[in-house]
């Protein structure tokens, strides 16, 4: 499949480099040159620099014959005039936008999308995508990473194995004989760094970060076996009033258990816009650095900080200031992973990646087949795909011991008739069936042909 991808920022190259890994003609275009020439330096794409809204740059990028744009340049216009110019001069079947301001996303201008008018396909945004990865993170506060799966019956839970583990120096087969009605696996290990699909007989060390799939009523269970206690979140501070801080308070306001949250902004003006927008957040304009202003937030008793402003390094060190000063847990919005290693010796608890959410979205639009959902773990070295077994899928009718799966995978959950299941060698997969796959970047195209799915479309 033909794809033209219009930035290559961090979204645009991540996108390049899963789309082009999988074999497909990809070109990158962007104003900047020097990132097209890092895109086709790194990666297996052609590369066109010039301003992506105008016909004869997407022309000279083979628009005339793709099958797909993506517009993730960081100008929300741009992307708009560029699925319009793909759509109307070049007649692209399918249009992806990435839109950052929340007055394009509104409902009730909806109609703005339509194909006789603005034609997009599907609109991306950063900031909603990470507002709601930032709440699954207050919901399962013992976990660094969480997404849900399998229409929310079941979760992909984070961990950091601590020393006084229960489960520590145990082989992982042996965790089924111990807890046999636990519908739990352990579907990947990051050992100094490296991230692995762990067999029956690995064990988790501490110092080991652990991905679990669970079925989401086993949540608390599978986090307590694990050595993780799930505490109640009932007095939150967000650092960060944009977007995202925004998002999250506006979700934590409408919840029926109330919460009580403290917001630190220090641009005025949008401190008075979030003051505006919410009816119980106590908003506080100010420097989210300022000790004498998480005092007035009572930081010390408080339950979680989110720090979501626009600055990793102020995220962080926001969150090293709250965790000294007695906040219980810190989460953090990071942009830059190569800050990511940095989480454990600060004693921060989680992290959100936006690069990572945006990205897991846009994959989770283009891969067809029936793919109803995709997470990219890390720096896009594993993908958890979970996908509808069609009948003309090589695995369809099989055992899950009879199916060659690449060594870099493992199934982390099955959904039959709306019951989660945990997989065992002698269960068979039947065609309608609901199926969870963690698999390492390098094996991803395996499984999407065992799946029987691909990008095309139908």
Request: net charge negative; charged share 25%.
């Amino acid at each position: 499949m033909k794809v033209i991808i219009c930035g290559a920022g961090q979204v645009g190259w991540q996108i390049a480099r899963h789309l082009s890994g999988e074999k497909n003609d990809v070109t990158v275009v962007d104003s900047n040159p020097e990132l097209v020439r890092r895109a086709t330096d790194t990666l297996d794409v052609q590369g066109v620099a010039g301003f992506a809204s105008y016909p004869d740059v997407l022309d000279r990028a083979g628009a005339r014959d793709a099958d797909m744009i993506i517009a993730a340049t960081h100008s929300d216009e741009v992307n708009m005039v560029t699925c319009q110019v793909a759509h109307s001069v070049f007649s692209v079947q399918r249009k992806i936008a990435r839109l950052r301001a929340q007055n394009y996303l509104d409902p009730g201008y909806s109609d703005l999308y339509r194909r006789d008018h603005l034609p997009i396909d599907v609109v991306i945004s950063p900031e909603r995508e990470v507002a709601e990865a930032a709440l699954q993170r207050l919901a399962a506060p013992a976990a660094f990473d969480t997404e849900s799966f399998l229409d929310g019956r079941a979760q992909l839970l984070g961990i950091t194995i601590d020393e006084d583990c229960p489960v520590i120096n145990t082989p992982l087969r042996q965790l089924t004989d111990l807890f046999s009605t636990l519908r739990a696996v352990v579907v990947g290990i990051r050992r100094e760094g490296t991230l692995f699909v762990p067999s029956a007989g690995d064990q988790v060390f501490p110092g080991d970060d652990c991905y679990i799939f669970t079925e989401t009523q086993d949540m608390a269970r599978t986090l307590e076996i694990f050595g993780k206690t799930q505490s109640k979140q009932e007095r939150i501070v967000i650092i960060g009033g944009g977007n995202v801080g925004l998002g999250v308070a506006l979700a934590l306001e409408a919840r029926t258990d109330r919460v009580r949250v403290k917001m630190i902004e220090k641009n005025r003006a949008c401190a008075e816009r979030a003051a505006d927008a919410l009816d119980r957040t106590i908003v506080l304009h100010g420097d989210g650095l300022d000790s004498a202003l998480l005092e007035e937030a009572n930081i010390a008793t408080a339950d979680a900080v989110l720090a979501v402003t626009d600055d990793d390094k102020t995220n962080l060190l926001a969150s090293v200031r709250a965790k000294e000063m007695g906040c219980a847990m810190a989460i953090t919005l990071i942009n830059d992973p190569t800050l990511v290693p940095l989480m454990g010796p600060l004693d921060i608890d989680a992290y959100i990646n936006p690069r990572a959410t945006t990205v897991s979205s846009i994959l989770r639009h283009i891969r067809h087949g029936r793919v109803r959902g995709v997470y990219s773990i890390g720096d896009a070295e594993a993908e958890v795909i979970e996908a509808l077994v069609l009948g003309t899928s090589p695995i369809a009718g099989q055992k899950v011991k009879d199916i060659s799966f690449p060594e870099g995978t493992l199934i982390g959950a099955i959904m039959k008739e709306g019951k989660v299941m945990r997989p065992t060698g002698d269960m068979r997969i039947e065609e309608g069936d609901a199926i969870a796959i963690f698999a390492m970047a390098d094996d991803v195209p395996e499984v999407e042909r065992l799946l029987q799915v691909s990008i095309d479309f139908f």
